[in-house]
């Protein structure tokens, strides 16, 4: 074969390996383009963060707006324990589905992730509503069927899952009642219908907090549990409106 035919697929192949590398460049650029990566938050830096519709995570500071993502792929429904020392988040492990989930927590102190809990039933198991209680537990909303709602708490030391269950009426003539089986098999009537469930810690005290309204959708205001480790009890509440993220 003569030499400048040799040139020419020489110069032919530098031009393809050119091309692809821009292109493989520019696809990685596009990808982590408006994304931070979680453990690049500071924890001063938390009040930053916003959830969007579909309980992505953004970090927004001097009007930069960026979601949250771990290891490449996105964070959902991110809470801060009450000591401040780790942080409990969903994400999606896999591009290809959103029915694939994992639990993670992130010592700030240790530099470190866990994964505590995964499922490939995302859509069943996880409805959103991460939340700590204590620094010891976190628990979050999935589907239980008709006319209730399970909340799922999740040791971080033992990994061991135990179920509640929120309970609504089935008709809608019927009193806007809540009944609630906790995770110690007691069970709570509460007047008003749950329309949000958090946690909240004051002192060296943890809550479970419900958040009511009426049929009409009127606020009811709050009602709480105090948790002592093995058991629930309520205490006495006031009515006060909450922000949430």
Same mark, same amino acid.
């Given at each position: 074969?003569?030499?400048?035919?040799?040139?020419?697929?020489?110069?032919?192949? $530098? @031009?393809?390996?050119?091309? !692809?590398?821009?292109?493989?460049?520019? &696809?990685?650029?596009?990808?982590? *383009?408006?994304?931070?990566?979680?453990?690049?938050?500071?924890?001063?830096?938390?009040?930053?963060?916003?959830?969007?519709?579909?309980?992505?995570?953004?970090?927004?500071?001097? %009007?930069?707006?960026?979601?949250?993502?771990?290891?490449?792929?996105?964070?959902?429904?991110?809470?801060?324990?009450?000591?401040?020392?780790?942080?409990?988040?969903?994400?999606?492990? #896999?591009?290809?589905?959103?029915?694939?989930? =994992?639990?993670?927590?992130?010592?700030?102190?240790?530099?470190?992730?866990? *994964?505590?809990?995964? !499922?490939?039933?995302? =859509?069943?198991?996880?409805?959103?509503? $991460? #939340?700590?209680?204590?620094? =010891?537990?976190?628990?979050?909303?999935?589907?239980?069927?008709?006319?209730?709602? %399970?909340?799922? $708490?999740?040791?971080?030391?033992?990994?061991? *899952?135990?179920?509640? @269950?929120?309970?609504?009426?089935?008709?809608?003539?019927?009193?806007?009642?809540? &009944?609630?089986?906790?995770?110690? *098999? &007691?069970?709570?009537?509460?007047?008003?219908? @749950?329309?949000?469930? #958090?946690?909240?810690?004051?002192?060296?005290? #943890?809550?479970?907090?419900?958040?009511?309204?009426?049929?009409?959708?009127?606020?009811?205001?709050?009602?709480?549990?105090? +948790?002592?480790?093995?058991?629930?009890?309520?205490?006495?509440? +006031?009515? !006060?409106?909450?922000?949430?993220?």
């Amino acid at each position: 074969m003569p030499k400048n035919k040799y040139l020419i697929l020489i110069l032919f192949f $530098l @031009v393809a390996f050119l091309i !692809t590398v821009y292109l493989m460049s520019s &696809h990685i650029e596009y990808k982590t *383009e408006g994304v931070i990566d979680i453990s690049s938050i500071r924890i001063s830096d938390y009040s930053f963060l916003s959830r969007g519709r579909q309980n992505e995570v953004f970090f927004t500071k001097y %009007g930069d707006k960026r979601q949250v993502f771990y290891d490449i792929k996105p964070v959902t429904s991110m809470a801060l324990s009450p000591s401040k020392k780790q942080v409990a988040f969903f994400y999606f492990p #896999n591009n290809k589905t959103r029915e694939e989930v =994992s639990l993670v927590i992130y010592d700030f102190q240790k530099k470190a992730f866990r *994964e505590i809990y995964h !499922t490939s039933h995302a =859509s069943w198991d996880f409805t959103g509503g $991460l #939340n700590w209680l204590s620094d =010891s537990y976190v628990f979050f909303m999935r589907h239980c069927g008709t006319a209730c709602s %399970g909340v799922a $708490l999740l040791s971080l030391e033992s990994r061991q *899952e135990t179920n509640a @269950v929120l309970s609504y009426p089935s008709f809608p003539n019927q009193p806007s009642k809540t &009944h609630f089986k906790d995770w110690f *098999e &007691h069970e709570f009537d509460l007047d008003g219908l @749950v329309v949000d469930l #958090n946690s909240e810690t004051r002192g060296k005290n #943890n809550y479970l907090v419900f958040t009511l309204e009426d049929n009409n959708g009127n606020n009811l205001g709050e009602r709480r549990l105090l +948790y002592t480790k093995d058991s629930l009890k309520f205490v006495k509440l +006031y009515d !006060t409106s909450r922000g949430q993220m």
